[in-house]
DNA sequence: CGTTTTTCCGTAAACGTTTACGACAACATA
DNA sequence: TATGTTGTCGTAAACGTTTACGGAAAAACG
C-alpha cells in the first residue's frame, strides 16, 4: 500500500539519494531523471512517510491549535472558533502544513497539554486563543523558545510573538457612543467575568466613551459573568434591579445576549423596545434573533488565514530570509445597525 | 532542551536499549534500573520524540478528526462538534493519544484532505462526523481498509466500523406524538438539505408516526434547506403559506429553528403562542430563546468519550486481544420540554 | 562441582527520510 | 596532455526510537 523512497528507487535503479533529490526539487540531479522519478511517484501512488520526514528534518511539518470549551460550562462550544480553524486550516495546507488541534484541559487552562506538545514536539508551532491578560501560556512559550502566535492579545511575553486581534477597545466605545446618539445615559456593560483580555479592552473602550460625553462610569450597571447564555441569563437582572436602572445593556457576546435577553422578558422588558441591546462580537444568531441584534461581527475566516501567515512568516524554518516582519496586527470592528437598539 | 533516550543512557552509564525497555515496562530489566531509569527521565525531563517512536513502531498515536463548516454557510460553525470532541479528546489522551482534526476543504467533501491524511500516515484512525446516507468518504477509507469510526450511521460499508448514533428516527416520532397528544394535525417538519442521514432518520420518524396516527403526510408541510439559520428562515415562510397551513413546526436543529422563528416573527406568528415548535437536535440556545424551545439535547460529551472507546478496540494495535465487540451503537434522545409547544 | 535455567543487559539493525561527501565522467581551459 | 570545472549520481551517516538476538553473570538444580 504505502511505497516508500526505496520502491521508487528500486523500481527505477536508482538510489534512494537521488530520488529524494528529485522529490525535494534540488538543483544537482539531471533533469531528465526528475521526470521520471516524479512519474514513478504518481504511477506508484508514492507520499512521503510524515514520521521519517520530521524525524530526519527535526520539524513536524505542522501547527497546534489549542481549542478550549467554554469556561463554566462543559456542555457546549464556541462556534466562533470553526471558521477561524477554517482560515487557519487553508492557509497552512498552502505550506503543506497540518493542523493538530489540542483540547485544553478544564482546570489547568491548557498548561500541562502544552507542556506535552511542546516536549514531545508534536508541532513546530502553536496558536493561542482566548488570550488572558496576564497569560501564563505565553510565558510559558516564550521562556521555553517555542514559536507561537496568538488570537488576542496580551500583556505577557513581551512583543516577541504574532497576534492578531479586534479593536475590542474602539468597538465599545462606538457602541457608547451609538446609544449616546440615541439619547441613553445609563447604558449597562456585560462581561465575561474571568480575565479574557478582550473583555477588559471592551470595558475600557466603554469606560472612556462614558467619560467622554461626561456619563459618570456607575459600577452597578457593570456585570460579569461565564461568558455563555448562562452567564448573561444570570447577571442582567441584578444591573436591572439598580436603584437607577439602564435603557440600554451592551453585551459582550451573543450567546450572553441570548441570556440576558431571556432574563429581560421574563421580567417583562422587551428588548429592542423597552430597553437598547448591542452585541459586541456577533454571530448569525444576532442576525435571526427577534429583533435582530445590533452587533460588530469579526471577519473571522480572513483572520484565521492571516495570523497563519504571520505565524509562518515568524518562524525561521518556514520563512525566507526576510527583514523585520508586522508582528502584532489590530482589526477593525464594524457596527451592523439591526433592529435591536 | 529536549532530551533524548541517549541523554539519559549517557547520564545513568547504561545502553539505550535498557533505558527503551525500563520506560516501556518490558518484563526483562531490573526493578533498581528501571526506578533509576524512571528518576532520571524525570530529572531531565525526558519525553519521547514522537516522530522516532512513530517511525520504528510504525503507528503514529494519533487519531484524526475530520471537522467541517457548515455546508452553505462558510461563515459559522457548528457549536455541537465541541464538546464531542472534548469527550474524544478526553478518552483519547488517557491512552496517550493525540486528537489530530483536519478541515474539511469546501467543495469536495473531505476526499482529498481524507486522502492526505491516510496516505502520509498521519494518524492511526479517522473519526467521521456528519455521516452521509451514501458516503464515498466510508467507501474509500474501507476500501483502503483504514480504521475509522463514525458519529453517525451510512448505509455505506458494510458493519466493518464502530459508528455511535443518536435515535433521531424515534426523536422524530416522539415529537409528532407530542404534538398529537396535545392537538395537532397539521404538523411541519424542517430538514437540511443535503443528504445528512440524520435529517433522513428523522423525517423517516415522523412520516412513520404520523401515519400510525391515520394522518396523511402532506408534501407540503415538508421543506429543505441548508441546516443553519438561514435554511431555516428561507424555508418556513413557504410552508406557512401552504393552503392549509400547520399548526406545529419540528425543526431538524436549533440553527433551523433560529431562522425559522425569526420568519414566523415577521409574518405576524408568534411561536410558542400562534404555533407550536419543537427542536430535533437542541442546545443551549434552545433553553435560552423566548419562548424556551422544546427540544431533544444529546449527551455529546459522553458520545465522545464512548466512541472514542469503540475506535480504540476496534484498533488491533490499541485493544488487547479481546473477542468480537459491540460494533454499532445507537443512543436514545430525551424530550425536554419547555414552552414552545 | 557440572549443567541448566533465569535474570539482566548490551549490540545492532531497522523504520523512511535527508544530506554531506566523494566519485566519476564529460567537458572546458591552458 | 594536463588540469580544472561542471553535472550527475551513489554511499553512508544521521535523526530517536524499539526490539530481536545473544551473551554474561547469577541462580537453580542434579
Not at 511517484?41 to 467554554?70: C, D, E, V, W
Not at 497540518?98 to 502544552?114: F, K, N, T
Not at 466605545?173 to 465575561?192: C, E, F, N, Q, Y
Not at 441570548?258 to 429581560?264: I, S, V, Y
Request: with cysteine; glycine share 10%.
Amino acid at each position: 500500500m504505502a511505497s516508500s523512497i526505496h520502491d521508487l528507487a528500486r523500481h527505477l535503479n536508482i538510489s534512494i539519494g537521488t530520488v529524494s533529490r528529485a522529490l525535494n526539487g534540488r538543483a544537482d540531479v539531471n533533469a531528465d531523471t526528475r521526470q521520471r522519478v516524479l512519474d514513478a511517484a504518481a504511477k506508484l501512488n508514492y507520499s512521503p512517510n510524515q514520521s521519517g520526514r520530521s524525524l530526519r528534518r527535526g520539524s513536524t511539518h505542522s501547527i497546534a491549535f489549542m481549542l478550549q470549551p467554554h469556561p463554566g460550562d462543559q456542555q457546549y462550544g464556541e462556534p466562533f472558533f470553526i471558521p477561524f480553524l477554517t482560515g487557519l486550516q487553508a492557509k497552512l495546507a498552502e505550506s503543506g502544513l497540518d493542523l493538530i488541534v489540542v483540547m485544553g484541559a478544564p482546570g489547568d487552562y491548557q498548561q500541562e497539554r502544552l507542556r506535552r506538545v511542546v516536549e514531545t514536539r508534536r508541532a513546530d508551532a502553536v496558536v493561542l486563543a482566548w488570550t488572558r491578560r496576564e497569560d501564563e501560556r505565553i510565558d510559558y512559550l516564550t521562556s521555553v523558545g517555542f514559536p507561537f502566535a496568538t488570537l488576542g492579545r496580551s500583556r505577557s511575553g513581551g512583543k516577541s510573538y504574532p497576534s492578531l486581534d479586534l479593536d475590542f477597545e474602539k468597538a465599545g466605545a462606538d457602541a457608547v457612543d451609538r446609544l449616546v446618539a440615541r439619547g441613553h445615559r445609563r447604558i449597562a456593560a456585560i462581561r465575561p467575568s474571568l480575565d479574557l483580555n478582550f473583555g477588559y479592552l471592551f470595558l475600557a473602550g466603554y469606560r472612556k466613551a462614558l467619560r467622554r460625553h461626561g456619563i459618570e462610569v456607575d459600577p452597578e450597571l457593570i456585570a460579569s459573568g461565564f461568558i455563555n447564555e448562562a452567564g448573561g441569563y444570570e447577571v442582567t437582572p441584578g444591573v436591572m434591579n439598580s436603584k437607577d436602572p439602564p435603557t440600554a445593556i451592551i453585551f459582550n457576546n451573543d450567546a450572553m445576549a441570548l441570556g440576558g435577553c431571556k432574563a429581560l422578558v421574563e421580567m417583562g422588558i422587551k428588548p429592542g423596545h423597552d430597553i437598547a441591546v448591542i452585541v459586541i462580537v456577533d454571530t448569525p444568531l444576532c442576525r435571526y434573533f427577534s429583533p435582530a441584534l445590533t452587533g460588530f461581527r469579526p471577519p473571522l475566516e480572513p483572520m484565521g488565514r492571516r495570523l497563519a501567515e504571520m505565524l509562518l512568516a515568524s518562524i525561521p524554518a518556514y520563512a525566507g530570509e526576510e527583514g523585520p516582519r508586522t508582528i502584532r496586527e489590530v482589526w477593525p470592528l464594524e457596527l451592523i445597525a439591526r433592529d435591536s437598539d
